[in-house]
């Protein structure tokens, strides 16, 4: 899916786009991020919010990738935003809740958090026209976990990112 770079009117509006577009747009661009991880992780949607312009979408990684995995996942994610241009804005080196921070030739904010053990993908529009915004239709490749509020702990082994995990 390609996105065209948007222009502001003068209450700073974004006029090409509107919420829900800008939600599948977000979607679209953390299925292409995971597809390029390997091996896979299985992940779950995190929930949506919206703002007075903007949208966030949120996925959370359900296999678990041990503290020795961490700094290989990473740069592998970092890798391929870099050669899809994304801008990398920050990087946090922290030994327990390392992230990276990118911006998207769009304008659209992205982000890879670990925190208490568990990664978590999440990306923000930039200010887009209000409206309505349904749930994401991509489906998990793992249970969807429907309904349940806080999902649960990182639950699926991988040979290669949970090496080391207890």
């Not at 006029?15 to 577009?21: A, P, R």
């Not at 977000?26 to 896979?40: F, H, Q």
Request: net charge negative; charged share 20%.
């Amino acid at each position: 899916m390609s996105v065209a770079l948007f222009g502001c009117v003068a209450d700073g509006k974004r006029v090409d786009m509107d919420m829900q577009e800008a939600a599948d747009h977000a979607d679209g661009i953390m299925d292409t991020t995971l597809a390029g991880i390997e091996p896979s992780v299985h992940w779950a949607h995190g929930p949506t919010t919206t703002g007075s312009c903007g949208v966030t979408r949120r996925r959370s990684v359900m296999t678990i990738v041990s503290d020795g995995r961490r700094g290989n996942f990473l740069g592998l994610v970092e890798r391929d935003w870099r050669k899809r241009n994304f801008k990398i804005k920050g990087v946090n080196n922290d030994r327990d809740s390392p992230a990276i921070y990118a911006q998207t030739r769009g304008g659209f904010g992205v982000s890879l958090i670990f925190g208490g053990g568990q990664a978590f993908f999440e990306v923000d529009s930039p200010c887009v026209e209000e409206s309505d915004v349904a749930e994401s239709t991509a489906p998990p490749n793992g249970p969807s976990y429907e309904g349940v509020y806080p999902l649960p702990r990182p639950n699926v082994h991988s040979d290669f990112w949970s090496t080391g995990a207890s």
